[in-house]
Each structure stands twice: as structure tokens, then as C-alpha cells.
């Protein structure tokens, strides 16, 4: 009995533990979830806030207004907008570049420039960029306390002129094209002559071109070309540079600054042109005796130099004067001037007589500086103007007077004529002689003359006896030998003969009437031809 108390006690225990256990299980899972939900709810609420203060973190991050306090050289820019602050500032920033001018120079190129020039600017937006800063760094709290900070104390800037790199590059790339990076030899051009103003001339005026009498030029070689003289090759330091200037700007010093930069010199000057570009010869003629300086032929003399002056010929290239003047007929501007005819016997006016002169003083000019003479041909009677075997003909169609450069270089053809001193002159340029010679003379040796043979008679059906008239006084003839004298120091070195030339005599020639039988013609009946 007692046995079945116990067990049944102890039963009725066990299911009072087993209750009390589930109970507490159950409160404890209650107690969990509510803490859930406690933890839930305040995770969003801490959450709300946090997105509530990233907004107004934001808002003023993004704001894109100066915070109150800010002023910039004086000028407070609270509330602004960058733009707004920007147009506000820009009288401030324009006065502190304005005037500045800084002088370089480089050998003896100068250059003025502008503080817009040299890229020189305040550096506005670099400062308001910083101060647009101010209270908009860290977390929410931080700036807050920024721009608290700003708002009671404030934040002056004060702006400073600065070099914008990109713009000065672009200056120098101007300096740099204008000093010229890559060098230039020196050059030259065949001096330009003004056309003639004297009709029919149609030629280059070649009056009087020789040296002035006031020594202001001295070498011919300055009246004969225009010469551009070399420009040696400057580059620019570019680093350098802009370092320099940056420094003048940060110390507020803009006197003279020299530019850095390397010196290529050019490899060809006016010196070494001149040295290779020489007067090979030169020589005149005079027209003033006699006939030769009738205006007329004058003219025409005149009008071949013209035509003439500054011929180029390349190595190998010849010369003909009937190319180079052209047919002489009156109505291309020649005049009516004397030439000769009937074998040297006469003389007659013909259009474009006295070029043979020009021709001539070339023929000698030519001579003198060694080129080759292709062909040349003497006139029939020896001419005053030129001593024996040194003339040269021409005539238009018929007989020409050529000649070669036989140099490696150019030569440079001069034709003119000196009225003041009555001379007709030919100037030749090219290369040096070689060193074996440094000039060359000419000789002319008169050999034994050709006497007149007899009289001759021609019968005129226009004569009547004993009328009778002089066709041509009795000439005698001229033999002359030439020769090129080679001088080195004023002393023959060598001598070459050029030719033999003759001039031909003329025996006296009478018009006499038909029938004539040797009579003597009586001076008292001599037609003679009306002048």
C-alpha cells in the first residue's frame, strides 16, 4: 500500500517538472522574439537616420553654393554659385595680370609679350575649386562643424597669378616658328631692274648702273644680285623657359629675360656665297667718237643691254644673242642706226645697227673670263671701237655670235650702258678661275696689211660722160692674231691663242657711164651722193 503511494507520488512529481519545463521554454522563446523585434526596430530606425543624415550630407555636398564666411581678395562670395562667384571675381582677376609685360630676348630678336602671351592668369579657379571645399569633407557631423566654424570665424583667399603651362606652350610655339628652329642658308636672286620707260625700248632700264659715286656701295656684286643673308637655327629650351617664367611670375619680376635655347648655325652665309659667286670679267667699250653715238644707235644699244641684262646660264647651256634680242626690225622697237654692208666697203642704216657693239664688248668679256666660244664671226672692216680680232657680228637670221658655260656653277650675264661716260659694259659672275691664273688679258697683234689692189670701174647706165661718182675709197686690209694672256699675280703664267682674224680691203670703186674706156674722171664732174 505504501509501495503504490510512493510510485504514484512520484509520477504526479515527474509530471509537474515535465510542465513547468515546457512553460519556461515557452517564455523564453517569447522573450527572443520579442527582442527580435526590439533589435528589428531600432536596426530601422537607426537605419532611417542614417539615410536621413547621408541625405543631408549630400544635399550640401552637392549643393554647389559657397558656404557662408567665405570672401575671396575681399569679396564675399557666401551663398554664390561657382559661376556667380567667377563673374564676381573677374574685374579682381583681370587688374592683377593687367600691364604686365615681360621682354625676351634671344641674340638680337626681341620679343614684347603680354601676360596673355606668356599664359600668365590669376589662378581663380584653382582657388575657388578649394574654397568650394570648405565644409563638404568627412561625415555629417564634420561638416557641420565646418561650416559652423566658417559661418563664426569666416576663410579669406587671397588669389595669385599663376602661369597656365598650355598657353604658354603655345607661345613659344610662336617664338620657336618665328626665331626659326631650322637654320636657313643665305640666298640670292638676280637684282630686279625696273622696265625702261623710253619707247620701243620694251627692256629692262640698264642706264647708269655702276657703282655711285658717294662710295655707298662698293662691290658690284651688290648692285648685280639681292642677297637674303642666313638665319642661324634657334631651339628653344622649352623647360627652361617655362620654368624661368614661372619663377619671374612668383617673385612679381618681369625685366628683360634672355631664352634659353641652342644655336645651330646655317651652313651657307653671304660670305661663302661671294666667295664661290665672282667677277670673271669685265669689260667697256666707248661710243663716244664719231658716228657710234648717234641717238639711234644709242637706242638700239641700250635696248640690246636691256634685253641682255641678267641671262642666267646653267653649266653647259649656251648663249645666242639673235635668241636673246631677237629680229631687229623697226617695228619691234629698233631704230634706224648705220651698220655695215657691201663687205666693209659701206655703211648703211638699217634697223638694230650698233648691237654688233654690245656684241663685241661681250665677245671680249667673254673671252677674258675662259668660257667657250661656239661661234663668232668678225666683222669685214676693223671697227674703231674695239682694237683688231676682238669684234664679234651679228644679224638677225644670218650671222649669230654664241657661246657655252663650260663651268660647273652658273653664270650670271650683265649688260649696260654708261651714258654719263659714253660706255657700253658686259660683266660676267660665276665661279673662281682656278688657282693657276687669277686673270686673264687679251692681245692683239697686227700682222702685215693688205694693200688696196687697182681701182675698179663699174659701168651705170645713169651716168653720162663724163660724169662719173666714188662708190667706196680705196681700204686696205687688217691681219691680227689674238691671244689670251694667263696671269697669276700680275705675271704671265700662260698664253693661248685665240684665232686669226682678217679684215678685208677694198680697192677704190668708181661709177662710171657706160662705154668707159679708162678716161680720166675730172673732179669738176663727180656726182656725188647727197648725205
Known amino acids: 500500500m505504501e509501495s503504490n503511494l510512493k510510485t504514484k507520488k512520484q509520477k504526479n512529481t515527474a509530471t509537474d517538472k515535465k510542465e513547468v519545463s515546457t512553460s519556461t521554454s515557452k517564455k523564453i522563446i517569447v522573450i527572443l522574439l520579442s527582442t527580435v523585434l526590439v533589435l528589428a526596430g531600432l536596426y530601422g530606425a537607426l537605419r532611417i537616420i542614417s539615410q536621413q543624415r547621408e541625405v543631408e550630407r549630400l544635399e550640401i555636398l552637392n549643393s554647389g553654393i559657397f558656404h557662408e564666411g567665405i570672401s575671396v581678395n575681399g569679396v564675399n562670395i557666401s551663398g554664390m554659385t561657382m559661376d556667380e562667384a567667377t563673374a564676381a571675381l ?105 622696265m625702261s620707260t623710253t619707247k620701243g625700248i620694251n627692256a629692262y632700264d640698264t642706264v647708269n648702273i655702276g657703282l655711285p659715286k658717294d662710295g655707298t656701295v662698293t662691290d658690284l656684286r651688290d648692285l648685280r644680285f639681292d642677297f637674303v643673308e642666313a638665319n642661324d637655327g634657334i631651339e628653344i629650351r622649352r623647360e627652361e623657359l617655362i620654368k624661368a617664367i614661372q619663377e619671374r611670375v612668383a617673385n612679381n619680376d618681369f625685366s628683360y629675360l634672355e631664352i634659353p635655347a641652342d644655336i645651330t648655325p646655317a651652313s651657307v652665309t653671304i660670305a661663302d656665297i661671294k666667295e664661290k659667286l665672282v667677277l670673271r670679267s669685265s669689260v667697256s667699250t666707248s661710243y663716244a667718237s664719231g658716228n657710234y653715238g648717234r641717238s639711234t644707235r644709242v637706242h638700239n644699244m641700250t635696248k640690246a643691254t636691256g634685253l641682255i641684262y641678267g641671262t642666267v646660264l646653267q653649266p653647259g647651256e649656251q648663249f645666242s644673242a639673235n635668241t636673246t634680242l631677237g629680229n631687229r626690225t623697226l617695228g619691234s622697237g629698233w631704230q634706224l642706226a648705220p651698220a655695215v654692208i657691201d663687205g666693209g666697203a659701206a655703211n648703211e642704216d638699217q634697223p638694230g645697227g650698233g648691237v654688233c657693239q654690245v656684241s663685241s664688248t661681250m665677245y671680249q668679256a667673254v673671252l677674258m673670263a675662259d668660257y667657250q666660244i661656239d661661234y663668232r664671226q668678225a666683222h669685214s672692216s676693223k671697227l674703231g671701237y674695239v682694237e683688231g680680232g676682238l669684234d664679234a657680228t651679228i644679224d638677225s637670221g644670218r650671222i649669230d ?91 704671265e703664267v700662260d698664253r693661248k691663242f685665240i684665232t686669226t682674224t682678217t679684215y678685208r680691203m677694198h680697192p677704190a670703186r668708181y661709177y662710171v657711164w657706160s662705154g668707159y674706156a679708162g678716161e680720166p674722171l675730172l673732179p669738176e664732174f663727180e656726182i656725188k651722193s647727197e648725205e
Open 90 to 194: 573677374k574685374s579682381v582677376s583681370s587688374a592683377m595680370s593687367k600691364g604686365i609685360m615681360l621682354t625676351l630676348t634671344c641674340g638680337s630678336e626681341t620679343f614684347v609679350a603680354s601676360a596673355s602671351d606668356l599664359g600668365i592668369r590669376a589662378n581663380t579657379e584653382e582657388t575657388l575649386q578649394s574654397a568650394m571645399l570648405l565644409g563638404r569633407e568627412g561625415n555629417l557631423t564634420q561638416m557641420k562643424k565646418d561650416i559652423a566654424e566658417l559661418a563664426e570665424n569666416g576663410k579669406a583667399f587671397t588669389l595669385e597669378l599663376i602661369v597656365d603651362t598650355s598657353s604658354l606652350n603655345s607661345y613659344i610655339d610662336i617664338l620657336s616658328q618665328q626665331l626659326g628652329a631650322v637654320p636657313t642658308n643665305a640666298t640670292f636672286t638676280v637684282k630686279e631692274l625696273p
Open 401 to 491: 655670235f654664241t657661246w657655252t658655260n663650260n663651268t660647273s656653277s652658273p653664270v650670271y650675264i650683265f649688260t649696260w650702258i654708261d651714258k654719263a661716260n659714253k660706255k657700253i659694259w658686259c660683266e660676267l659672275y660665276g665661279e673662281p678661275h682656278s688657282d693657276a691664273f687669277d686673270e686673264i688679258k687679251l692681245i692683239s697683234q697686227e700682222q702685215d696689211p693688205i694693200k688696196p689692189t687697182a681701182d675698179e670701174f663699174i659701168e651705170s647706165g645713169s651716168l653720162v660722160a663724163p660724169y662719173w661718182s666714188l662708190k667706196n675709197a680705196a681700204k686696205k686690209g687688217y691681219v691680227f692674231k689674238t691671244y689670251k694672256s694667263y696671269r697669276k699675280d700680275g705675271k
